[in-house]
């Protein structure tokens, strides 16, 4: 078994930023890629960034490359979401979840364990 717990989410104004956090217990954390998803108001989860379980290959949706950076640190169990220049659009609940294998995927469903999510909210 695994706990992930997030933190890090918040009230930001558009152009801002927040980090993200994914704490890890349970598990040989540096054996498994990571994921975080979000879920905005009346839509359905959907990718946002994955990470192998090195570190050393990530991922992007279109929608946040090249203002979103997923990072991991192995010896604190944690994964990280740095996000700047936020956009309403952005405003969501975000999780994070592990995958049981050295490589990310984008599809939810091919992960394991998920976070109970951490809310952020983009004003205009």
């Known amino acids: 078994q695994v706990q992930l717990v997030e933190s890090g989410g918040g009230l930001v104004q558009a152009g801002g930023s927040l980090r993200l956090s994914c704490a890890a217990s349970?598990?040989?954390?540096?054996?498994?890629?990571m994921g975080w998803f979000r879920q905005g108001p009346g839509k359905e989860r959907e990718f946002v960034a994955a990470?192998?379980?090195?570190?050393?290959?990530?991922y992007y949706a279109d929608s946040v490359k090249g203002r979103f950076t997923i990072s991991r640190d192995n010896a604190k169990n944690t994964v990280y979401l740095q996000m700047n220049n936020l956009k309403p659009e952005d405003t969501a609940v975000y999780y994070c979840?592990?995958?049981?294998?050295?490589?990310?995927?984008?599809?939810?469903?091919?992960?394991?364990?998920w976070g109970q999510g951490t809310q952020v909210t983009v004003s205009s």
């Open positions: 990470i192998n379980n090195s570190g050393g290959s990530t």
């Open positions: 349970g598990r040989t954390f540096s054996n498994y890629a």
């Open positions: 979840a592990i995958r049981w294998g050295v490589y990310y995927h984008i599809d939810a469903d091919k992960y394991n364990s």
